[in-house]
């Protein structure tokens, strides 16, 4: 029995240790998808998770189908993808969900990390080393952005109106009615709303007004619409 015990214990702590392996693995592919890392936060912020409401901080995790509301002078920062090193500026008085890994129906199904605004404004730098995977979704009531890897800011109202402008890299920005895109370059923009598309604005009026800083917000995005 003596002889057995030693090597029942290799048994066990071999077990232990795969466990921990296959928790790390999860948690990185995780890390890639469905959480979310709160850099900054500024005033009124708060997540819903089933149904249940709190306050958000620095430090704190998100993860898929959390929704995320932004009070009057308000903002958050969040960090996602690879090491947490892309960024999402939510600003002031905005409802956003974290739809985490989502097939994309215009996209042969395709699973694309999505992102649905209600209300307010975003602004986004993902950085994405392989441009054919990874890519990301945002929604709105009227429009819907493919991105592969750029730097794009949305704002989007009530009535459904939305802003688009992008920095740098492509975003393909739809109508929801429309079976074809927008292709959105450097200093491009559409506004969509209920009724249809403005087109390719090249540069938009309110493009100037953008603050593409992910660390500070210079200026009330309410008043660019």
């Known amino acids: 029995d ?63 189908k959390d929704l995320i509301k932004t009070g009057p002078s308000s903002m958050v920062i969040v960090g996602f993808g690879n090491g947490y090193q892309s960024r999402m500026k939510i600003g002031a008085a905005t409802e956003l969900v974290l739809e985490g890994k989502v097939a994309d129906p215009d996209d042969n ?28 979704k945002v929604r709105t009531r009227t429009a819907s952005m493919a991105v592969r890897g750029t730097e794009f800011f949305i704002h989007t109202t009530a009535d459904g109106q939305t802003l688009v402008a992008v920095r740098s890299g492509v975003v393909l920005a739809k109508h929801n009615d429309k079976s074809t895109g927008i292709p959105l370059t450097s200093e491009e923009g559409a506004v969509f709303t209920e009724g249809g598309a403005s087109g390719k604005l090249n540069p938009p009026d309110w493009y100037k007004e953008i603050n593409w800083q992910v660390d500070s917000l210079n200026k009330e995005l309410k008043d660019l619409v």
């Open 109 to 136: 199904n395709e699973e694309k990390t999505s992102f649905f605004i209600k209300l307010g404004n975003i602004l986004v730098d993902y950085i994405n080393k392989d441009k054919d995977k990874n890519k990301l």
């Open 2 to 64: 003596n002889i057995m015990r030693p090597l029942r214990w290799n048994a066990v702590t071999k077990l232990i240790m795969m466990a921990m392996l296959a928790f790390v693995s999860m948690d990185s592919s995780l890390a890639m998808s469905d959480l979310y890392k709160v850099v900054y936060r500024k005033g009124d912020v708060s997540m819903t998770r089933q149904g249940e409401s709190r306050k958000i901080f620095k430090g704190d995790f998100l993860i898929g």
